[in-house]
């Protein structure tokens, strides 16, 4: 039988154990440098990413600055004609008329016509924006069993402290039934009667 002796001071030792966790670090070091890497050129392409997307950005806001300084510099002054002119003071007129409230003007002219008397026609002929709101001229033609009702609508105007302002009043012949027809031009202040 054969014997073997180790007669070293220090024994032998298994080295198997130290080699393989070497390798678990070389390992995990490996790959962390692989990662590591990989990220680097994920984010160094997302700053690249981000930069392109800012020049972009740029170069739109500086072309749109340009647009609109060449829109500025090739936009005139719109010289209208006559026509154009009438047509547009027209066209303001109608949507002053367009916001002026009609209800609201039969309902407070309701107030002040006589019992006997009956309205023929309003017509709203001007509607002007004023400091205290919209003021209108209107003319209403009316029918009243006699003279009397032309006097008694006009006391009855004059009492709307301001809501209808009575201009000029004139009274025609009498109609065959017996009626006298008659015409006041009236100026409405819709923003006196609110008070």
Not at 26 to 54: P, T
Not at 68 to 74: N, T, W
Not at 93 to 118: C, T
Not at 141 to 147: D, F, I, Q, R, T
Request: with cysteine; hydrophobic share 45%; proline share 2%.
């Amino acid at each position: 039988m054969r014997l073997h002796l180790n007669l070293s001071r220090r024994a032998f030792t298994n080295h198997r154990l130290f080699w393989l966790g070497l390798g678990v670090t070389f390992a995990a070091c490996g790959f962390l440098i692989l990662w590591v890497g990989s990220e680097k050129a994920r984010v160094i392409a997302k700053a690249d990413e981000l930069n392109r997307r800012i020049k972009d950005q740029a170069t739109a806001v500086e072309q749109r600055r340009r647009e609109q300084e060449r829109l500025a510099s090739e936009q005139q002054q719109t010289v209208l004609t006559g026509q154009q002119a009438l047509e547009l003071t027209a066209a303001h007129q109608l949507l002053a008329r367009k916001g002026f409230f009609w209800n609201r003007m039969i309902s407070d002219l309701e107030e002040y016509v006589p019992k006997h008397a009956k309205i023929h026609s309003i017509k709203v002929e001007e509607v002007l924006d004023a400091a205290e709101g919209a003021v209108a001229t209107v003319e209403l033609k009316a029918l009243g069993k006699g003279p009397a009702q032309l006097t008694e609508m006009m006391q009855r105007l004059d009492e709307s402290k301001g809501l209808f302002v009575v201009g000029q009043a004139s009274q025609e012949a009498i109609t065959d039934e017996g009626e006298v027809p008659f015409l006041l031009r009236l100026t409405y202040v819709p923003s006196k009667g609110a008070q």
